[in-house]
């Protein structure tokens, strides 16, 4: 099976390297990649590429940063390199048609979710938030709506019940570079009709923001473990205690005879504190604190005093 002659690969984070490196596995002519500009991070606000920049660098295919996608000079820097395929996973930012239209096979995309559920730009995070057992990648023909195009090829993943946004990701992120390698396959033999997406089944995933951080010991333990899951490792649920914020992690349900109010920590023991909620109870084995670094509660508890009967809100 001979492969595809030109294709632009368009992606920028860790999710986005497993699809990158389909492409490279399969010996496909990768003539750049496009990514979002180096961004400043850590302590030391120093410069860092992005993980795609740096698996394409190590590969010696040439890497475009622009700024701006819209202009008819980046545009026609594309068109040189004569693609006849754009590829597409978490570049970052919504493409105008004239560069989806580009190439005569199309702009496809690696999705992370089964639409036409979380069209947007947390699917992941999501999915969790929402308590859904199961989720999935979907390659999906590119549009210039916001994941609303034909739907190529969906794969299902279950989202386990200790699963983080950071730890299903990971899983999702290798689903995907295996179904990319699927769809291709099934492009180069003329077998991957495209399926319209029921609009009517559509749910938005946008990004998430630190106004989602406070728990409410009120709402029942497997929202808050949801929400707990689903903002770790970013921005983190958080919860406080004598004025001092406190980030919950590693999150499980447990059952509990308290009757003790929301909030109100019910054991504080090596393995964990249970915390009681508005139906049940919630088992917390990590914990940080603000402007501390995270770490198990065992070892928290020895410098941070929290008994039981103390109220956590």
């Not at 993943?157 to 291709?184: F, I, R």
Request: aromatic share 4%; net charge negative; charged share 20%.
């Amino acid at each position: 099976m001979p492969p595809f002659n030109n294709i632009i690969f368009m992606g920028t984070p860790e999710f986005a390297v497993p699809s990158l490196q389909t492409l490279l596995d399969r010996d496909e002519t990768v003539v750049a990649v496009i990514c979002q500009p180096d961004r400043p991070k850590g302590r030391g606000r120093k410069l860092l590429p992005p993980p795609v920049k740096v698996l394409a660098e190590q590969h010696g295919i040439p890497v475009l940063q622009p700024t701006k996608i819209r202009t008819t000079e980046f545009l026609a820097e594309l068109k040189a390199y004569n693609p006849d395929l754009i590829v597409v996973t978490a570049y970052g930012r919504i493409l105008p048609g004239s560069l989806l239209e580009l190439p005569p096979l199309g702009t496809i995309n690696v999705h992370g979710s089964l639409l036409p559920k979380y069209r947007g730009a947390a699917p992941v995070q999501r999915a969790i938030l929402q308590g859904e057992s199961e989720t999935g990648i979907t390659i999906m023909q590119l549009d210039e709506g916001m994941d609303t195009g034909d739907i190529l090829l969906p794969g299902s993943l279950a989202v386990e019940p200790h699963d983080t946004s950071a730890s299903l990701a990971v899983k999702m992120a290798k689903l995907g570079g295996t179904l990319l390698n699927q769809a291709l396959d099934l492009l180069q033999q003329d077998k991957l009709p495209p399926i319209k997406q029921d609009d009517s089944q559509a749910t938005e995933a946008p990004m998430l923001s630190k106004e989602e951080s406070a728990i409410d010991w009120s709402r029942p333990a497997q929202e808050i473990s949801c929400q707990i899951r689903g903002l770790d490792p970013w921005p983190k649920a958080k919860t406080s205690h004598n004025d001092t914020w406190l980030y919950p992690f590693c999150p499980e349900v447990v059952e509990t005879a308290s009757s003790a109010p929301p909030g109100t920590i019910i054991t504080a023991e090596k393995d964990g504190m249970v915390i009681a909620t508005g139906d049940g109870g919630l088992k917390i084995s990590e914990i940080q604190a603000q402007g501390k670094k995270r770490m198990a509660v065992d070892a928290f508890l020895r410098g941070y005093k929290l008994t039981p009967g103390d109220y956590l809100k």
